[in-house]
């Protein structure tokens, strides 16, 4: 198995060419609950992203994938992101994003997070990766769980959004090696 390459998706270093959808998704107010975003980003902000992605994750303490299909019609359907690494605990946060509706339930996200729980274990020597997710966000859970996340906690009246206060569970994976 090659590292960055599942059996439905591919994970790449983004591109200026990916400017215009970060834009729209970054920018798409209904996942900025699930992501902790409260303003809006800036295509000038987000190219100055782009142009440092590809420094190190020891520098940076994070990493982001885009998540590309590999089928004859090759398309960018999400993305995927390491956070808060932590070198010394070999420990990251995970979430991943796919953007469009018609995308979502094909099996990417799940193929592109089996694709980077892989490198994190065997390249980047993790010991854990955790997550943070809403407890109405069933998808989600669903997804995680599959790969053998856990629930380990569950933080109260954690998240404040447009109906008020909801919880937020934290699910964890330890390395098996």
Same mark, same amino acid.
């Given at each position: 198995?090659?590292?960055?390459?599942?059996?439905?998706?591919?994970?790449?270093?983004?591109e200026?060419?990916d400017?215009?959808?970060?834009?729209k998704?970054?920018?798409?107010t209904?996942?900025?609950? !699930? #992501?902790?975003?409260?303003?809006?980003?800036?295509?000038?902000? $987000?190219?100055?992203? %782009?142009?440092? @992605?590809h420094?190190d994750?020891?520098?940076?303490?994070?990493?982001?994938?885009?998540?590309?299909?590999l089928?004859?019609?090759?398309?960018?359907?999400?993305?995927?992101?390491?956070?808060?690494?932590?070198?010394?605990?070999?420990?990251?946060?995970?979430?991943v994003?796919?953007?469009d509706?018609?995308s979502?339930?094909?099996g990417?996200?799940?193929?592109?997070?089996k694709?980077i !729980? #892989?490198?994190s274990?065997t390249?980047?020597?993790?010991?854990q $990766?955790?997550?943070? %997710?809403d407890? @109405?966000?069933e998808?989600?859970?669903?997804?995680?769980?599959n790969?053998?996340?856990?629930?380990?906690?569950?933080?109260q009246?954690?998240?404040?959004t447009?109906?008020?206060?909801?919880?937020?569970y934290?699910l964890?994976l330890?390395?098996?090696l």
């Amino acid at each position: 198995m090659k590292y960055l390459e599942g059996k439905l998706v591919q994970l790449r270093a983004p591109e200026t060419d990916d400017l215009e959808v970060l834009y729209k998704w970054e920018n798409n107010t209904d996942i900025w609950q !699930v #992501s902790n975003t409260i303003a809006p980003f800036s295509k000038v902000v $987000l190219n100055k992203y %782009i142009e440092t @992605a590809h420094q190190d994750i020891y520098e940076t303490r994070q990493l982001r994938f885009m998540i590309d299909t590999l089928d004859d019609d090759t398309k960018t359907v999400g993305t995927i992101d390491l956070f808060d690494f932590d070198p010394y605990h070999l420990r990251a946060g995970i979430g991943v994003l796919i953007g469009d509706e018609p995308s979502r339930g094909k099996g990417y996200a799940q193929d592109a997070l089996k694709t980077i !729980v #892989s490198y994190s274990f065997t390249v980047l020597k993790l010991h854990q $990766l955790y997550c943070h %997710i809403d407890p @109405a966000n069933e998808a989600s859970i669903n997804l995680f769980k599959n790969m053998g996340f856990r629930i380990v906690g569950e933080k109260q009246d954690w998240i404040w959004t447009r109906s008020g206060w909801t919880n937020e569970y934290i699910l964890q994976l330890i390395n098996p090696l």
